[in-house]
């Protein structure tokens, strides 16, 4: 039986938008999530750009892992093309995801940066990357919604991560 898997890192943990038969948390080596996409689309604008997540190069990644029904897989794989896909500054790529709580490793479609993308805005300053998150907003909603509710759900899960931590508490502390 064909195995099919979609690997989530940020809001595709709290808003899949698609059926899937079971989830896993797993991890991915060699990427880390990251707040490296200028948002001109979802959560911000030409004008006034916001920031969302993507796998950049190093380190690992913790995410939900989706297995998705056979006969469900070429539309799931339409829909996230459509929603991830506006401006192509992903590549949909194949990774090994190792699903914890147990020694399975599975393939996984996953959504990384492309860092020759005009929208790559690869390794910013803490105070960049608040102005981004705070200026933020696009036809999805406010960036700093994106970011706390992808920092609630990693705290659901017992994931940390320190940029997006320090990002939310200043999200905090100025209201939003």
Not at 90 to 119: M, N, S
Request: hydrophobic share 40%.
């Amino acid at each position: 039986m064909q195995q099919c898997w979609i690997f989530g890192y940020g809001s595709l943990m709290w808003r899949p938008g698609f059926e899937f038969e079971s989830q896993a948390h797993g991890r991915i080596r060699g990427f880390h999530r990251s707040l490296c996409v200028y948002s001109l689309h979802h959560r911000g604008t030409e004008a006034l750009p916001g920031l969302v997540l993507g796998l950049d190069r190093g380190g690992s990644c913790v995410g939900v892992a989706f297995q998705i029904r056979p006969s469900k897989w070429e539309a799931t794989l339409a829909y996230l093309r459509e929603r991830e896909q506006v401006s192509q500054v992903y590549l949909e790529v194949t990774q090994q995801v190792e699903l914890l709580g147990g020694q399975e490793k599975v393939e996984a479609v996953a959504f990384i940066v492309d860092r020759a993308h005009p929208q790559y805005a690869g390794k910013l300053s803490h105070a960049e990357i608040l102005k981004h998150v705070m200026q933020g907003e696009g036809k999805f909603g406010h960036c700093r919604d994106y970011v706390m509710n992808t920092l609630v759900h990693l705290r659901q899960m017992n994931i940390h991560d320190k940029t997006l931590e320090a990002i939310g508490a200043e999200l905090h502390l100025l209201g939003g």
